[in-house]
């Protein structure tokens, strides 16, 4: 079957780093997707990898491998504002997304 | 502002009634989706469109129908609500389809309580 693992729940502290890792099992694969949602609100695009290795969009990168079927979304100089929960999706040979159940981020002063 | 449209925003539904929730992009998307969240569990899809007049089933599609009547419209139908179905709904758009990969845009859901 098809599924996507995340950790429930993180808190880290303002100013600091933290890794929030995922692993995924697709029919296929066309790429991991991660995904910012507040509380109460829309999710939002971060990133999409397809190849292997890391890709930095400023605070945020996210790393791919695809012969571990792991990905992992890095955020650096925490600020309150990153508390969300973070959404990791994989998409498989049927261009669907297969979603994970979100990783909620609690920053702390 | 250019996005995705969803009303209501917040519904208590008796069961057995029927309800739609609308939902409308102006961004000229060509693919439209309506998910499912529910605490604990990833995004579900329910029906797809990727296309206007066209339209297809996800994981979770019993109990719900949809329509695309136009590129800019993807209404979606309970017709007879179940407790089951109290969830947030959410639409989404791609400036894609199948075989492409691109971004989904969200609205910014619908809480539906079906008592």
């Known amino acids: 079957g098809q599924n996507i693992d995340q950790p429930t729940e993180m808190t880290a502290t303002e100013g600091a780093i933290v890794q929030i890792n995922c692993t995924y099992q697709?029919?296929?694969?066309?790429?991991l997707f991660w995904y910012q949602q507040h509380a109460g609100e829309a999710p939002t695009f971060l990133s999409y990898?397809?190849l292997d290795g890391l890709e930095e969009k400023g605070r945020f990168s996210s790393f791919l491998s695809r012969s571990k079927g792991y990905s992992y979304l890095l955020l650096k100089e925490l600020q309150m504002k990153d508390s969300a929960s973070y959404l990791c999706?994989?998409?498989?040979?049927?261009?669907?997304?297969?979603w994970g159940a979100g990783t909620k981020l609690i920053i702390k002063p | 502002i250019a996005g995705i449209t969803q009303a209501p925003t917040s519904q208590i539904l008796a069961a057995g009634r029927r309800m739609t929730l609308r939902c409308t992009q102006d961004?000229?998307?060509?693919?439209m989706y309506w998910y499912r969240q529910d605490l604990g569990l990833g995004l579900r899809l329910i029906h797809y469109?990727?296309?206007?007049?066209?339209?297809g089933k996800g994981e979770v599609p019993d109990g719900y129908s949809v329509s695309r009547a136009n590129t800019d419209d993807f209404p979606l139908t309970l017709a007879s609500a179940v407790p089951s179905q109290t969830s947030v709904y959410f639409c989404?758009?791609?400036?894609?389809?199948?075989?492409?990969?691109?971004?989904?845009?969200f609205g910014e859901g619908s809480r539906l309580t079906v008592l």
């Open positions: 989404a758009s791609s400036d894609s389809g199948t075989g492409d990969t691109g971004e989904l845009f």
């Open positions: 961004m000229r998307h060509n693919a």
């Open positions: 469109s990727n296309t206007a007049g066209t339209t």
């Open positions: 697709t029919s296929g694969f066309n790429g």
């Open positions: 990898n397809v």
């Open positions: 999706a994989g998409m498989d040979s049927n261009y669907q997304l297969i």
